[in-house]
């Protein structure tokens, strides 16, 4: 790592970045007040699917970027999962070269446009910022600068594509086009490998494309990330499950001389708890794909969605508040979020939180289902809930939810989203014997190279962590990409 | 891009395809199905792989025309292409020499059953074929069952070709007649849900192949859940093969019409659009 915090000790002392430092006194630099990022009307947006946050601009761009002090120690960096020179695309941003902002994002991250939008900054980069740290303040808003640039450079028409190293022709195949194997697909083609990723579905982008909704990250931008990484030279074979289409035997045999698997969040949980399988019950997983990939509420798409007058979604995550919120969209009158524990533990941003709040979503938070109940056509139409209070803190650190007897009460819902969290996908652990997993299912790696048991095979995201954020799953692909890199060279050079 | 090589209708609403898949077609099993979106608008929808040729490259589907993505499906010809196939999906089904092996098909359900009738024949067991459907036209592949089975037997509701009578009455019939160690069935819910009643009244260990509503078909979505022992498992990736004695066959068919009255609805206006 040393040589990482040189390279960015040489960036800092460049002297535009020491110019730029002396222009404006750090005092006045701290007196300025964080930008607040433009949002669609809550009135207007929970009746369609545009996107909720509309941006910064050019002007409130450049003022926050004052507001960084561009210092000596970035820990802000040390708080990135994948490592962005943070000052340094902030301080572009300052001298208004918003190209050169996005060409630094590029330097780390393959999908800027992407963590813009849907990193938890206020648990990673902006929670370690000098301002939240030190000065008690709010930090600056560095994902909605990040939002700023990649969208300027996209909407500029000008999207620079990152530098890759001479072609090897080395084969490498990246298993599933979620966040992470493209992370890990866009440094092994930096690296200078032929580079084709494997996606089981007939789109690509996996988590960003079925899960996330079009108001939180539209898919068309999601398509022009990707577009730049085929320009990086990356393949991409979509319908096809490695370990079913071919085996991974097969693809070696094709000269493929090492795997990153991404397969990502697999099998939904359910509760377990009876009427579970009525009709109008379904997975969050289920509900967004029918949605956000099959497009099931656009009348011109052939797969159909239930989504009634009184949706009760189960969870607290991003993935509740991606489903309640879609079900608002839809027409729901009543869109419920029900929570086992307090808003004070939800797993969601607070970002979504609030969002869902202003779009006039309803919060039972301290309840949990026990029971549904159908009609005679076999379609949910209630449900019963038990009230929880909280006890000590559990192995998450999360204080305890326990029910309260006799305090079970019906309430109706003709359509429940259950998003309690899924366990890893099955296919690649069932595909290979000697592939050694968790108790959970979830592949066991070296967490500094990500290594699996089987040595071509290194592994991140869902199918390593168990469910996790885009920027962590991204974070393993960058160090997986650099392992199977010195895997590779030294099998290479032990040869 | 998958093209179609061959079609042929075996009735009206029941057509045979043979698509090129040439990974698919290496890799497959008895039992696999594969997910398949005929255009950009479709939706995914799974079917069983009723046979393969590894040298040709190609797979066979055999639909029936019940909405509007199966009549899409029978609408196209020779030398169009469908936009995605995905697989071999699923479990492959588990083959070993048990001795007699009653395999009830029903429907279309037969077409799946053929590579498990060959792959059951070639592992050295005694194999009766029941093929059950409403009326002579629906009655499918007899031939190549014929061809590989030790005896057929055709069973239709309306007597107008086999003996008459459902499948459940075949299958007693030979069930009567000598030892069945072994049954297979694949068909529409219902037809499963009495073979394996039946079965059950003898104990005879039972097999069906579940044909559940899916979107994504790997493990993902949980649209094909059903509750096998009391337990909720996924057919895609844990079935599709399930055994039949376990499977709550109730459930299964209210969830199957979870979308009856929206899949009503858009096969009409598809209707009113293909004959404007």
């Known amino acids: 790592m040393e040589n990482i915090a040189d390279y960015l000790k040489a960036e800092r002392s460049q002297e535009w970045r020491a110019e730029l430092r002396k222009s404006m006194k750090a005092k006045e630099r701290t007196s300025l007040e964080r930008v607040k990022m433009l949002e669609e009307d809550p009135n207007v947006r929970n009746k369609n699917i545009i996107e909720v946050n509309k941006g910064l601009t050019p002007e409130m761009a450049i003022v926050e970027s004052h507001r960084c002090l561009d210092c000596p120690d970035p820990t802000c960096i040390s708080g990135c999962p994948v490592g962005i020179n943070i000052p340094k695309f902030i301080k572009k941003i300052e001298t208004k070269d918003f190209l050169g902002a996005a060409v630094t994002l590029k330097e780390t991250n393959a999908l800027p446009a992407v963590c813009g939008r849907v990193c938890p900054q206020e648990k990673q980069c902006e929670l370690s910022c000098f301002y939240t740290q030190k000065l008690k303040k709010s930090p600056i808003a560095i994902g909605h600068l990040e939002r700023f640039a990649a969208d300027w450079e996209r909407n500029s028409?000008?999207?620079?594509?990152?530098?890759?190293?001479?072609?090897?022709?080395?084969?490498?195949?990246?298993?599933?086009?979620?966040?992470?194997?493209?992370?890990?697909?866009?440094?092994?083609?930096?690296?200078g490998y032929d580079v084709t990723v494997f996606e089981a579905l007939h789109e690509v982008g996996g988590v960003l494309k079925y899960g996330i909704p079009e108001f939180r990250l539209p898919n068309e931008l999601v398509d022009i990330e990707i577009e730049t990484m085929r320009q990086m030279g990356i393949k991409f074979h979509t319908n096809f499950i490695v370990g079913k289409t071919a085996s991974f035997d097969d693809l070696k045999a094709e000269g493929f001389q090492a795997f990153f698997v991404g397969s990502g969040a697999g099998l939904p949980r359910f509760m377990d708890i009876p009427g579970e399988n009525l009709n109008g019950i379904f997975s969050s997983n289920e509900y967004l794909t029918r949605i956000n990939l099959m497009h099931a509420s656009n009348d011109e798409y052939d797969t159909p969605v239930i989504s009634g007058k009184h949706v009760?979604?189960?969870?607290?995550?991003?993935?509740?508040?991606?489903?309640?919120?879609?079900?608002?969209?839809?027409?729901?009158?009543?869109?419920?979020?029900?929570?086992?524990?307090?808003?004070?533990?939800?797993?969601?941003?607070?970002?979504?939180?609030?969002?869902?709040k202003e779009e006039g979503i309803i919060f039972m938070n301290l309840h949990s289902p026990t029971e549904y109940y159908g009609d005679e056509k076999g379609r949910v139409k209630q449900m019963k809930v038990q009230k929880m209070e909280l006890g000590e803190p559990d192995a998450s650190g999360r204080r305890r939810p326990i029910p309260i007897e006799s305090s079970e009460f019906i309430v109706d819902a003709d359509t429940v989203v259950v998003s309690v969290g899924v366990s890893p996908n099955p296919l690649i652990p069932k595909a290979l014997k000697n592939l050694?997993?968790?108790?959970?299912?979830?592949?066991?790696?070296?967490?500094?190279?990500?290594?699996?048991?089987?040595?071509?095979?290194?592994?991140?995201?869902?199918?390593?962590?168990?469910?996790?954020?885009?920027?962590?799953?991204?974070?393993?692909?960058?160090?997986?990409?650099?392992?199977?890199?010195?895997?590779?060279?030294?099998?290479?050079?032990?040869? | 891009?998958?093209?179609?090589?061959?079609?042929?209708?075996?009735?009206?609403?029941?057509?045979?395809?043979?698509?090129?898949?040439?990974?698919?077609?290496?890799?497959?099993?008895?039992?696999?199905?594969?997910?398949?979106?005929?255009?950009?608008?479709?939706?995914?929808?799974?079917?069983?792989?009723?046979?393969?040729?590894?040298?040709?490259?190609?797979?066979?589907?055999?639909?029936?025309?019940?909405?509007?993505?199966?009549?899409?499906?029978?609408?196209?010809?020779?030398?169009?292409?469908?936009?995605?196939?995905?697989?071999?999906?699923g479990q492959a089904t588990h083959i070993e020499k048990v001795g007699t092996v009653l395999c009830a098909?029903?429907?279309?359900?037969?077409?799946?059953?053929?590579?498990?009738?060959?792959?059951?024949?070639?592992?050295?067991?005694?194999?009766?074929?029941?093929?059950?459907?409403?009326?002579?036209?629906?009655?499918?592949?007899?031939?190549?069952?014929?061809?590989?089975?030790?005896?057929?037997?055709?069973?239709?509701?309306?007597?107008?070709?086999?003996?008459?009578?459902?499948?459940?009455?075949?299958?007693?019939?030979?069930?009567?007649?000598?030892?069945?160690?072994?049954?297979?069935?694949?068909?529409?819910?219902?037809?499963?849900?009495?073979?394996?009643?039946?079965?059950?009244?003898?104990?005879?260990?039972?097999?069906?192949?579940?044909?559940?509503?899916?979107?994504?078909?790997?493990?993902?979505?949980?649209?094909?859940?059903?509750?096998?022992?009391?337990?909720?498992?996924?057919?895609?990736?844990?079935?599709?093969?399930?055994?039949?004695?376990?499977?709550?066959?109730?459930?299964?068919?209210?969830?199957?019409g979870a979308y009856k009255d929206q899949e009503f609805e858009a096969y009409q206006k598809y209707l009113q659009t293909v004959e404007a």
């Not at chain 1, 999207?159 to 866009?186: D, F, Q, R």
């Not at chain 2, 792959?119 to 194999?127: H, I």
């Not at chain 2, 299958?171 to 219902?190: S, Y």
């Open chain 1, 157 to 191: 028409g000008k999207m620079s594509i990152p530098k890759t190293e001479k072609h090897n022709k080395i084969k490498v195949g990246v298993v599933g086009s979620g966040p992470s194997g493209l992370a890990a697909a866009g440094d092994l083609a930096k690296y």
């Open chain 1, 312 to 356: 009760a979604v189960i969870g607290g995550g991003n993935t509740a508040m991606d489903s309640v919120r879609t079900a608002k969209r839809l027409g729901a009158e009543k869109a419920m979020i029900i929570y086992r524990r307090s808003e004070t533990e939800m797993p969601a941003r607070n970002e979504e939180i609030k969002h869902a």
């Open chain 1, 436 to 495: 050694k997993v968790t108790d959970w299912g979830t592949i066991v790696v070296n967490p500094d190279t990500m290594q699996s048991s089987v040595p071509e095979i290194f592994a991140g995201g869902d199918i390593v962590r168990g469910g996790a954020t885009v920027i962590l799953a991204m974070g393993d692909g960058r160090k997986a990409a650099a392992g199977m890199h010195k895997y590779i060279q030294e099998k290479i050079t032990a040869n």
């Open chain 2, 1 to 89: 891009m998958s093209k179609i090589l061959e079609k042929e209708f075996f009735s009206k609403n029941v057509v045979k395809i043979v698509l090129e898949a040439p990974e698919i077609a290496k890799s497959r099993k008895p039992g696999h199905f594969v997910i398949i979106r005929i255009d950009a608008k479709g939706e995914r929808i799974p079917l069983t792989i009723a046979w393969a040729d590894e040298k040709k490259g190609t797979i066979t589907l055999v639909v029936q025309k019940v909405g509007v993505t199966s009549a899409k499906l029978s609408k196209l010809n020779t030398g169009d292409e469908i936009m995605d196939v995905v697989g071999p999906l």
């Open chain 2, 105 to 256: 098909g029903g429907g279309v359900g037969v077409a799946p059953m053929l590579p498990i009738v060959d792959g059951l024949k070639k592992a050295g067991n005694r194999v009766i074929t029941i093929l059950a459907a409403r009326s002579k036209d629906l009655i499918i592949l007899e031939d190549q069952m014929r061809g590989i089975s030790d005896e057929v037997i055709v069973m239709t509701d309306d007597g107008s070709y086999g003996k008459q009578g459902l499948v459940t009455a075949g299958m007693e019939e030979v069930i009567h007649r000598e030892k069945v160690d072994l049954c297979f069935t694949i068909g529409p819910a219902i037809m499963m849900k009495f073979a394996s009643l039946t079965t059950k009244k003898y104990n005879i260990p039972t097999m069906a192949s579940l044909n559940t509503i899916m979107v994504d078909g790997t493990g993902m979505c949980g649209a094909c859940r059903v509750s096998v022992g009391g337990k909720t498992r996924f057919v895609c990736v844990d079935g599709p093969e399930f055994d039949a004695h376990q499977v709550d066959f109730d459930e299964m068919l209210t969830r199957l």
